[in-house]
Structure formats: C-alpha cells, structure tokens
C-alpha cells in the first residue's frame, strides 16, 4: 500500500487550462518523492492539494488508507516542514519543538520525553536552550523538522525550502534533508524547480509540465533517459 497515493488529481481554478491535469502518483511508505517542474507547472498546487490547502476538482487523494479529499488539513496528519521564518525567535529550541504538543496539551512529561528523543534524533541536543537566531540554518532546519517529527507526522512535505538561501547553504542543507530524511525513514514529498535537487535528493522524481505529469523515474533512470 502506498502511503500517499494520487489518482487521476485534477485542478481547475477559473475555466482555463487546469493546473494540475490527471496526475497520478503513489509514494511508497518512507521514499522520498521530489515534484519538479518550471514556475506555474502545478507543483505548489499539487503539493497543497495533498496537504488540504486546496480544494480538489476531481480524482482521489489517498493517505495510508483513507480517502482524504474532505478532510481538513489537521485531520490528515502531514507535516509541512517550514523554514526559519516558522520557528518563534523568542523561545527556546526546546519549546520550538515542543509547541505542537502543548497545543495539543499534552502533559509535561510526555512532552519532555518526545523532545528529548527527537532531539537526539536531529542531534539538537546540545542546543535545547538556543534561540533560533543563534543556530546556524542547518540547525535551524533540524529544529523544523523536529517539530514536525514530535508529531508523529505520516510524512513531511516541503515546498521549496531552500530557494532563498545562497548556494552554500543550500548544498548543506540539501545533505542535511536527505541525509534526516533517510534516517528518520518517512515518508517525504519534496517541491523544487532546481534540477539539481531534484536529481540529488529523491528516490524518484516526478517531472511535471503544464500541469501533466511528463516522467516518474528514478534520477538515475531520468539520468539516462532525460
Ligand atoms: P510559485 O513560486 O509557486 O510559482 P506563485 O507566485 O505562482 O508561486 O504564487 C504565489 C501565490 O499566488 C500562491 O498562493 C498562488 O496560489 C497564488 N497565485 C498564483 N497564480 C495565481 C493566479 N493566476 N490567480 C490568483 N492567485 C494566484
Ligand atoms: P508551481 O508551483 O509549479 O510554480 P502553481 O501550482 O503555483 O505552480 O501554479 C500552477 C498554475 O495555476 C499557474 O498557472 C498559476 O498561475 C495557477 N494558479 C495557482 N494558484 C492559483 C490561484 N489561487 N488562483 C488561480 N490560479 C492559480
């Protein structure tokens, strides 16, 4: 069973051409899924139809094994992974992460318990008493990612993470994600129009273009056959 399956996913906005136009993709439990394409292919629309940003004209939107077309963003269980704009400057790294689960009120020792493990994940540890703008954009992504992890998140979707980053920091934090990602093993769709992420970070890659879906294929595969 996939984790994330979209069938036959149509959007309309107006009554122009749609933006998403009978794409079906199926993300496998813990891979790691790029969406590339040019500007205004249809890439955010897609990704924000999985997470429930977006109403969707027709097809089905499969999670796990529940059809989710209706369902809030909320009720889905996703993660989207934010850059360091999403993190609150004012509090700690430690509350950074944990604040999903006091919303959620959970008790102290629960959350103190889901923090830890996950910091020690992101090997954060050491940095629980930080303010975000005192880590460096590396660590910064580890502790979005934690928060999105303490959740227990079926997967995480980024949309674009690194696009206004300099190239430095972007190659880093493109080994960063994939390096977590693996580690963690979860489920990830990932959108970029930067060619190189695409072919460094994905188990596949599905290629969009004008809303259609033009290739799903490994980057080797896409390598090849380009
Ligand atoms: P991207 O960087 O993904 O290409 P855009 O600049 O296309 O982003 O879109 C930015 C925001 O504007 C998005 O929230 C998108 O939904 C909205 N948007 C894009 N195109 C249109 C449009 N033709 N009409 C109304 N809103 C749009
Ligand atoms: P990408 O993420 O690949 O840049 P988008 O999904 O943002 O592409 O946009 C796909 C197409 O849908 C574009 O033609 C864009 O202008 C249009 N679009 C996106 N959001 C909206 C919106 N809210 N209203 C109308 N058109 C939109």
Same mark, same amino acid.
């Given at each position: 069973?996939?984790?994330?399956?979209?069938?036959?996913?149509?959007?309309?906005y107006?009554?122009?051409?749609?933006a998403?136009?009978?794409?079906? %993709?199926? &993300?496998? +439990?813990?891979?790691?899924?790029?969406? &590339?394409?040019?500007s205004?292919?249809?890439?955010?629309?897609?990704?924000?139809?999985?997470?429930?940003?977006?109403? %969707?004209?027709?097809?089905?939107? #499969? %999670?796990? !094994?529940?059809?989710?077309?209706?369902?809030a963003p909320?009720?889905?269980?996703?993660?989207?992974?934010? @850059?360091?704009?999403?993190?609150?400057?004012?509090?700690?790294?430690?509350?950074? #992460?944990?604040?999903?689960?006091?919303?959620?009120?959970?008790?102290?020792?629960?959350?103190d318990?889901?923090?830890? @493990?996950?910091?020690?994940?992101?090997?954060? !540890?050491?940095?629980?008493?930080?303010?975000?703008?005192?880590?460096?954009?590396?660590?910064r @992504?580890?502790?979005?990612?934690?928060?999105?992890i303490?959740?227990?998140?079926?997967?995480?979707?980024?949309?674009?993470?690194?696009?206004?980053? +300099?190239?430095?920091?972007?190659?880093?934090?493109r080994?960063? #994600?994939?390096?977590?990602?693996?580690?963690?093993?979860?489920? *990830? #769709?990932?959108?970029?129009?930067d060619? *190189?992420?695409?072919? *460094?970070?994905?188990?596949?890659?599905?290629?969009?273009?004008?809303?259609?879906?033009?290739?799903?294929?490994?980057?080797r595969?896409l390598?090849?056959?380009?």
């Amino acid at each position: 069973m996939a984790a994330i399956s979209m069938k036959n996913i149509v959007k309309r906005y107006g009554d122009g051409f749609p933006a998403v136009n009978d794409v079906s %993709i199926d &993300v496998a +439990d813990g891979e790691f899924m790029i969406l &590339v394409g040019p500007s205004g292919c249809g890439k955010s629309t897609l990704l924000r139809m999985v997470v429930g940003l977006e109403d %969707i004209t027709s097809g089905d939107m #499969i %999670i796990g !094994d529940r059809r989710v077309n209706d369902l809030a963003p909320r009720d889905r269980n996703l993660a989207m992974v934010f @850059q360091n704009y999403a993190l609150y400057p004012h509090l700690s790294v430690y509350e950074n #992460i944990a604040f999903p689960l006091r919303l959620a009120g959970e008790k102290d020792e629960e959350v103190d318990r889901k923090v830890r @493990q996950a910091s020690a994940t992101l090997e954060l !540890d050491e940095h629980l008493d930080r303010k975000p703008g005192n880590l460096s954009g590396g660590q910064r @992504q580890r502790v979005a990612m934690g928060r999105a992890i303490v959740r227990d998140a079926d997967a995480f979707l980024f949309d674009e993470p690194l696009s206004n980053l +300099d190239a430095k920091l972007r190659g880093q934090m493109r080994t960063e #994600i994939a390096r977590l990602q693996k580690r963690l093993g979860i489920t *990830t #769709i990932y959108v970029t129009h930067d060619q *190189t992420e695409a072919m *460094t970070l994905g188990d596949r890659v599905a290629v969009l273009k004008r809303g259609v879906l033009q290739q799903l294929a490994s980057p080797r595969e896409l390598y090849e056959n380009p």
